[in-house]
Nanobody, 120 residues
Framework: QVRLVESGGGLVQPGGSLRLSCAAS????????MDWYRQAPGKERELVASITNGGGTDYADSVKGRFTVSRDNAERTVYLQMNSLKPEDTAVYYCNADVYSITFQRLNVWGQGTLVTVSS
């Protein structure tokens, strides 16, 4: 079994910063791409940022220049540094990972989500 656990969400004022973490655990052989998604109330879930196991990154246009995704392969953890936060960044943020288990199963795993609220 493979789990992803996010942390770091909370309430922040506009212009502030937060750092989200997502730690993978379980019967993991390797982790390929790791993504951050978000879902705002009444909206569809959207891809925010991606990082490959080689460190290549990609971002949604709405967060380019403000968010930075990184990962620690040894710790099986992905981070999302969010700066210059705006009210429209308010959402539940989810971690997603493309994982190979120790039994060579390819799994797509989601975390439980962490709420980010940007408000004064």
């Amino acid at each position: 079994q493979v789990r992803l656990v996010e942390s770091g969400g909370g309430l922040v004022q506009p212009g502030g910063s937060l750092r989200l973490s997502c730690a993978a655990s379980g019967s993991i052989r390797s982790i390929n791409r790791m993504d951050w998604y978000r879902q705002a109330p009444g909206k569809e879930r959207e891809l925010v940022a991606s990082i490959t196991n080689g460190g290549g990154t990609d971002y949604a246009d709405s967060v380019k220049g403000r968010f930075t995704v990184s990962r620690d392969n040894a710790e099986r953890t992905v981070y999302l540094q969010m700066n210059s936060l705006k009210p429209e960044d308010t959402a539940v943020y989810y971690c997603n990972a493309d994982v190979y288990s120790i039994t060579f199963q390819r799994l797509n795993v989601w975390g439980q989500g962490t709420l980010v609220t940007v408000s004064s």
